[in-house]
């Protein structure tokens, strides 16, 4: 079986291709850089040159394939135009599925994100089912949302597609910008002290990497066209987060919260002076927003129609914590 992973070099897509071709899948892999350190390796795994937003090299990785795993995206909060996240996230999904229904593919699994649904309201997980009640709060999350909408489309045109939603996705891995769950654990195992905004109420749902990969599996082999399924673990706030990380990794760090509106202003402020010389910063008000916005969800949904099973949050932080830690040992 032939299969094309986007996204590769990516956090999910880099563990996902390996896991397909240790299944003895041949993965071709489409790649902007074949030159790049978080190409996945592996004899079954083919690069091909390319990139989903160029049409013609989507077509040449996707030929003689059976199914289409789509995970590519952009996802940098600190990019301040709209154009990367439209190209990427809409005309690179666009490509994919026209593509593949031009290839007859199979089916086609595309990883959305949770955040298209919204805040979750008060004490209530997102499902499935929760409309978004609010106005899209940054560019990646309107252009994943028009993404799924590219989707619909093609679903109605006879492509075989399903949409997964993951949380937020911790775990061993590549480390890449996307993955600040990872970043946070780091700074509890390595550093002294940690200022943090003063919102460690705010409640979120965490994922482990090895339950999303398997998901992907399971979405080709037990998901329905045009359905949408929200790929979680548990759901947590900050406070209890950094309470488990501190006691698993035995760590002493000590964490101090600062007023949220000061944090957000001075970054704002930051941004603001390093903008006028043409510098830019790790964080902006909107990726703290995102941060600290409430994201407790159910994936139930996917428990029950896909034989989904979740990782307990304990058991992947000291996965996650042994990896980080011999990570850093050997630099």
């Known amino acids: 079986m032939k299969v094309l992973v986007t996204g590769a070099t990516g956090y999910i897509g880099h563990q996902l291709a390996l896991k397909l071709a240790d299944q003895n899948y041949e993965v071709h892999a489409l790649l902007r850089n074949l030159n790049s350190t978080k190409i996945p390796r592996h004899d079954n795994i083919i690069p091909f040159r390319g990139n989903i937003c160029a049409y013609d090299t989507v077509q040449k990785a996707i030929k003689q394939c059976d199914y289409v795993f789509h995970t590519a995206a952009f996802t940098d909060l600190k990019y301040h135009k709209i154009d990367k996240f439209y190209n990427t ?9 026209e593509a593949s229904l031009r290839e007859n593919v199979k089916k086609v699994v595309y990883t959305s994100t949770l955040s298209t649904f919204g805040p979750a309201l008060y004490k209530t997980p997102i ?4 409309p978004r009640l609010e106005s899209y709060a940054n560019d990646y999350e309107l252009t994943k949302s028009m993404s799924e909408e590219v989707v619909a489309e093609y679903v109605e045109k006879g492509v075989f597609c399903t949409i997964l939603s993951p949380t937020r996705v911790y775990g061993p891995g590549l480390k890449t910008y996307s993955n600040g769950v990872n970043a946070i654990i780091s700074k509890i195992l390595h550093d002294k002290v940690l200022f943090v905004p003063s919102k460690l109420d705010v409640e979120a749902n965490y994922v482990f990497i090895d339950d999303v990969v398997n998901a992907e599996l399971l979405a080709l082999k037990n998901g329905k066209a045009g359905e949408k399924y929200i790929i979680g673990g548990e759901n947590s706030d900050y406070k209890t ?18 007023n949220y509106d000061l944090v957000k202003n001075c970054i704002a402020f930051i941004n603001n002076v390093n903008a006028a ?4 910063f790790l964080l902006t008000p909107q990726v703290l927003d995102s941060l600290f916005t409430n994201r407790s969800a159910s994936s139930q949904k996917a428990v029950s129609t896909l034989n989904y099973r979740i990782t307990p949050l304990k058991t992947g932080l000291k996965q996650t914590i042994n990896y980080l830690s011999k990570y850093n040992d050997h630099g």
Do not use: P, R
């Not at 499902?127 to 929760?130: A, I, L, V």
């Not at 990794?249 to 000590?254: G, M, T």
């Open 89 to 97: 996230n809409v005309v690179g999904t666009k490509n994919v599925l």
């Open 127 to 130: 499902t499935e089912e929760q």
């Open 241 to 258: 987060l950094f309470s488990y990380i501190k006691n698993i990794s035995k760590s002493k760090i000590s964490i101090f919260q600062i």
């Open 277 to 280: 010389f043409g510098k830019s």
